[in-house]
């Protein structure tokens, strides 16, 4: 027998376009990826040489629960240096990655029955993380021509006695917009929980990112290293939380993960100290991408109404082509031989959108766009 909470976790969809990917490349098949949302670019230097510092200094033992104290007072640091928050290392839990921080915080957050608002489309494994704790997503749609923003007013018709909490994502997955500085002000005086995924930051090329705890103190913040520095399978995030939440996230941690990678907290400290440089030269090429990429697809006919100015997304309206998102990326696969992610992945409103990442090459994009080109060419002919 499965439990019953197994059973309501629906598949990670970007994950089955890669997966049948690889099983293509294994044929012999070229597949140009524009699926996953990971950075192409090598860690920074400095990173490599922590880990290896690390290494042969003996830090491969347990470390403090919520982290090693040099690493959060490097994060302090950081908060205070981009955003001039005030943040104590006393606040904050270093985990193996910011999906774990996720499992920490709703397990603190939700009893069985608790709503918590997020966006549609939204990042595709929030609704599992809630349901899987005994929540209840609450979806509210956001639409393209304001470039996915929350309206307050749809916020505040989803609120009921349930209600317990709410994501935001500036900027978002899968999107690429930030909200805007009036929306992050209405969403601070929301009596909820309020929970913003931050991974994104640092990879803003028009505009400037807000962190939530600008404009509120008792919000609960998801960051970590993967997105900016290029650490994806470094495996290091954190959590920011109010004081009295804590000890109890601490105990959670304790019991069921110990503590985040001693070796890669090391590498954290190096990144956050040493890596500036190594960022501003991928925001160049990431930014140079992006430009490219707009301009290819809509070229090639894709709706975007908003330019995308963070992450590294461009989210298109293929409603044109098909109303089934799924089978369109299946199919551009399958026949022009390039991944990209459908919109239903994301949400119901995501349905007829496409995602696609500019997390590869310009070459390798240039390619892939040439060859949806021809696809779309074949099709319509």
Request: hydrophobic share 40%; with cysteine; aromatic share 10%.
């Given at each position: ?178 909200l805007s500085d009036e929306c992050l002000e209405q969403i601070s005086k929301l009596s909820l929980s309020i929970i913003s995924d931050e991974i994104y930051h640092g990879l803003v ?177």
């Open positions: 027998m499965f439990s019953e909470r197994t059973s309501d976790i629906s598949p990670f969809i970007v994950m089955d376009v890669l997966e049948k990917a690889i099983e293509m490349e294994h044929k012999g098949i070229d597949v140009i990826h524009l699926e996953v949302g990971e950075p192409d670019f090598d860690v920074p230097d400095c990173v490599k040489e922590a880990v290896i510092k690390a290494t042969k200094d003996g830090y491969t033992q347990y470390t403090h629960s919520l982290g090693m104290i040099e690493l959060r007072e490097s994060i302090c640091q950081y908060y205070e240096k981009v955003y001039g928050v005030i943040i104590h290392p006393d606040q904050i839990l270093v985990t193996s990655g910011t999906s774990p921080a996720m499992l920490i915080l709703f397990s603190t957050l939700l009893n069985p029955g608790d709503e918590v608002i997020i966006s549609d489309p939204h990042y595709a494994c929030y609704p599992n993380f809630i349901k899987f704790l005994d929540g209840i997503p609450i979806n509210v749609p956001v639409y393209e021509e304001n470039g996915f923003e929350f309206k307050i007013e749809d916020i505040y018709k989803n609120i009921s006695k349930k209600s317990n909490a709410i994501i935001i994502n500036s900027p978002s997955n899968p999107t690429g917009y930030l090329y028009e505009g400037k990112e807000r962190t939530i705890l600008e404009y509120s103190k008792d919000a609960f913040v998801l960051n970590g290293f993967s997105k900016l520095y290029a650490m994806t399978g470094l495996r290091l995030g954190y959590l920011i939380a109010p004081k009295q939440y804590m000890r109890t996230m601490q105990k959670l941690h304790q019991n069921f993960l110990i503590s985040a990678n001693s070796i890669t907290q090391m590498a954290g400290i190096a990144a956050l100290k040493h890596a500036d440089e190594d960022v501003l030269k991928m925001k160049k090429i990431y930014n140079e991408r992006r430009v490219f990429m707009i301009k290819r697809l809509r070229e090639l006919g894709f709706g975007i109404t908003v330019e995308p100015t963070g992450a590294f997304y461009v989210f298109v309206n293929a409603r044109h082509l098909s109303n089934d998102s799924y089978k369109l990326a299946f199919d551009i696969l399958e026949k022009a031989h390039v991944a990209v992610t459908p919109g239903i992945d994301f949400g119901n409103n995501g349905q007829g959108f496409i995602r696609f990442t500019y997390a590869n090459s310009i070459e390798n994009i240039a390619k892939g766009m040439d060859r949806i080109e021809r696809y779309l060419n074949t099709e319509s002919s």
